[in-house]
């Protein structure tokens, strides 16, 4: 089995774009086809030509794909139509896809229900257009509707129609779990049945899956395992419902725990992180940052005694090479903190600290009592660095915020409506000299930031290239006898992109945020090596 | 196989709470161990008594599960003492848990290099600390860490190692797969032979599986398949790096498709979908809409032919009843759909609808346009309540806010320390009277909510049983072009305990505190059908 070749089929622009929420437009369809294509992914299919706008556009100006097929999906013929006189059949043809991917009925009780034809008749459909898009395309491929629920009630009308799709010549016939509820031990021992029963090879079946059980990964596997070698998925596991296969979760399995070869070279392996970020960024969602192999956490390590193994042998801790995947490792500080935790941290943010270092008890005591008090630094590095570097002197005083004043008013605006207007004035010492100023926000907290570069930029101007990016609130339960702890959590960025998290922990939201605030702009100075004014 | 017993080992509060992001307070694990324990599940482990200050709280003020088996979680003794005079072990003997399972060492390598012991010294370790545990407590258990990957490399090892554990009276040996690389095929092929060559039976058996490939589920079923009859794992899957197997996909799964039974009762398993959300907004996260069995977009159906057959027969569209979990249908995108869908809806508020209502096309634009701006009315039925009886003319005008004044400010307080603090002026109209008042609070919302009441409760006393339980704010990513919002989120609680919750979105966090905080004065001056002052 060792090196034989899966090919790997990407629906995320047709199947993936049934998701709730997600909307792909021309401009976005075409870069995740080039970023497929790049990563060596075999089969890029784009959509339904004839089914939407956005489908037809795209498939006009198909982008040149230089290593994948580019695809296009659509069904059998109508009943009571020839294939020739199909005129969805014909847009696909017409197509410039250079494959053919359509879907038909394999379960008896949807033939008779959804497409109320006899049941032969439905053979003849799959028959017809498979054979038509062959002689057209050169290639046509089969997706099995609910094939697995179908072949659970009538096995012998299920493979019929597989068969049938086989014998016009399909070069895929593709096993679908359309419904998603097929579990890893049934998709095995049916596949294994269609292979060694119903005659057809597995270097001709694909495996199509659903997450709504959470084995759309599982399930691939399993069939692949049973004989099949093609694997339809999505990028990050994006499709209706639960979503499909993660194809970013079977690649490295079935490259580097399972031996396969796929169209993927080895070398280029590392690109799919990048991927998969881009492809969140694209869609203005978070990346998942406990995805497996490609998330920011999959190789985070927490946990005093733990930590200090890993650095002995990060192998034994970690099932793949993070750099593999283009990952890497990450080590966190959190209540778990032991001393070897906070040592590889340090190091992290550019401390080399003896293991025997005085200062390294009061660091721990430091960050364990802020641990306490709500404070997670794990989410928040620019904070922890800031809070050590502080307790060993080596932060310079750049500002003092000495006083601040917000109003958050409703009010009528210029164009006469009604609006909530935020007022911040803040008091500031820089070096010798005290600013006021006072500015207006969209809340109370961007007025307060903008107030102050208001008061710091004219003596740091490098403020200037940088911007509040997120902003997260959190209230923590009020332990017994206080006030509940509100926790504010800000994310800043450079001009270039790169990102830093502070936060801020108080009864009072504002008092919170601007800690936040103010460790985000002092950090910015210190990174950058400000001169602080005298 | 049918309606054997398996048992359910939640470990959120122990494993899950290595989670990146993730930092639990003493009343969160109050409030998620007795969220468990009315779920049916078998073993709540509540963490590591000793190992940290919250944990230490939370076993101090532990919480009397009626059904759960509360377990604290610890490790083998450390080597050249003896089980009685080891302090860890010793705090997990006084701790109030029923029972407590312990982690020890199976892989050679692990005990060549971290532990640093001969390895028949660690069989002495566990067989000692197992042995000690039932003494004391009358229940142990054994997390047998890195088991799989030990045992690929060294079998005879890794299996005497168990076998000491299931010898010295462990109830349950828990196989773990540290890692998280194990893919299914391996664990159930492994699982067997312990069971077949090593002579330890299934139902002393338990699994533990993390999901660094996406296999988590997989692999616990695969080790079920095989013989276990324990399962850990953790609600929505949380866990350090990728997550530990997920048990809220995991339960539907054992207990509809493969037939076992649990603690959790049939009637019970509805609970799920509530848990799994009311976990998340706890942690402040939004729920995973595309969750197997329990998100919102797990039966969801798009418009067209497709949802015309499954009204017909939704078994076979849909893997499982999504009322067999707690979720429900949602049909999307049609009108005509859209519609039935809104009236569903309506009556869970208890309004009855007439589908031919002429009012319903008006209700359904407002709610879609609503959605559209981040209202998602879901997670706030109050406020839904609200809209729709307002948009119907039914909610009577008890009060309007005419003008609000906030101000936070730094400055001393009569103690000499330094705080910020948060004034709110309010103007409210009440009948025909207009009011002006006054409070400080903790933050800008406390001293709304206060000057609010202080304009009200004279008019309206019943207002004075009420009061914020929880107060949530999420940032809802910007659209192109426009400025992000902000979502706010009230919980609001009667002395009673009953709750509800309302909501507000807008670019300015205090006008969507606000908007949430009428809502809830309104809500509950409707609730209790006040009489609106003229």
Chains 1, 2 share one sequence.
Not at 246 to 255: K, Q
Not at 335 to 363: H, T, Y
Not at 478 to 487: H, S
Request: aromatic residues 6%; charged residues 25%; contains cysteine.
């Amino acid at each position: 089995m060792m090196g034989e070749r899966i090919y790997l089929y990407d629906t995320t622009l047709r199947d993936g774009a049934q998701t709730q929420d997600v909307d792909f437009s021309v401009a976005d369809k075409i870069a995740i086809a080039q970023d497929l294509d790049r990563l060596g992914i075999d089969y890029v299919e784009g959509g339904w030509p004839g089914a939407n706008p956005t489908d037809d556009a795209f498939f006009a100006e198909a982008p040149d794909l230089t290593r994948a097929t580019f695809t296009a999906f659509g069904m059998t013929r109508r009943p009571g139509r020839s294939a020739a006189n199909d005129p969805q059949l014909s847009a696909l043809i017409q197509s410039r896809a250079r494959s053919v991917c359509i879907v038909g009925k394999t379960w008896d009780f949807h033939v008779d229900v959804a497409l109320n034809i006899p049941r032969d008749e439905n053979l003849d459909l799959i028959r017809d257009s498979i054979a038509a898009l062959r002689v057209a395309k050169g290639e046509a491929l089969f997706d099995a509707e609910h094939f697995f629920d179908g072949y659970k009630r009538n096995p012998a009308y299920a493979a019929s129609c597989i068969r049938a799709a086989f014998e016009a010549g399909a070069r895929w016939v593709v096993l679908c779990d359309t419904n998603g509820g097929t579990l890893p031990h049934e998709i095995e021992a049916i596949v294994r049945t269609v292979i060694e029963e119903h005659g057809i090879p597995g270097d001709r079946l694909g495996i199509h899956c659903h997450n709504d059980t959470e084995n759309a990964v599982a399930n691939s596997i399993a069939a692949v395992r049973a004989g099949v070698r093609m694997v339809q998925g999505t990028i990050n596991g994006l499709g209706e419902r639960c979503g499909n296969a993660n194809l970013v979760s079977l690649i490295p399995t079935l490259m580097l725990k399972m031996g396969y070869e796929t169209g993927i070279r080895r070398a280029d392996l590392p690109l799919l992180t990048q991927v998969s970020r881009a492809f969140d960024e694209r869609l203005n969602r978070a990346p998942n940052r406990h995805a497996p192999y490609v998330g920011s956490s999959a190789f985070a390590h927490k946990g005093g005694l733990h930590v200090s193994a890993v650095e002995k042998d990060p192998s034994s801790y970690e099932h793949v090479e993070p750099d593999a995947v283009g990952n890497h490792r990450q080590i966190v500080v959190s209540d778990q903190a032991g001393r070897s935790n906070l040592i590889v941290r340090l190091r992290e943010i550019g401390m080399e600290v003896d293991p025997k270092d005085e200062r390294l008890p009061r660091l721990l005591d430091l960050v364990k009592q802020r641990d306490s008090e709500g404070y997670a630094y794990d989410t928040a590095e620019a904070s922890f660095e800031m809070l050590v570097r502080r307790e060993l002197g080596e932060v310079p005083k750049y500002f003092e915020l000495l006083r601040f004043h917000v109003t958050d008013e409703r009010r009528y605006n210029a164009l006469g409506k009604l609006v909530v207007e935020s007022e911040a004035v803040v008091r500031v010492r820089v070096g010798g000299e005290i600013r006021l100023e006072v500015a207006e926000g969209n809340g109370p907290v961007h007025a307060l930031d903008l107030a102050m570069r208001k008061a710091l930029e004219p003596c740091y101007p490098l403020l200037g290239d940088m911007r509040l990016s997120d902003y997260r609130v959190r209230i923590l339960a009020a332990k017994a006898g206080t006030a509940a702890m509100t926790r504010v959590l800000i994310r800043s960025a450079n001009g270039d992109g790169t990102e830093w998290s502070t936060l801020g922990v108080s009864t009072n939201i504002i008092e919170a945020s601007v800690e936040a605030l103010v460790d985000s702009f002092t950090c910015k100075l210190f990174k950058t090596g400000a001169e602080p004014r005298r």
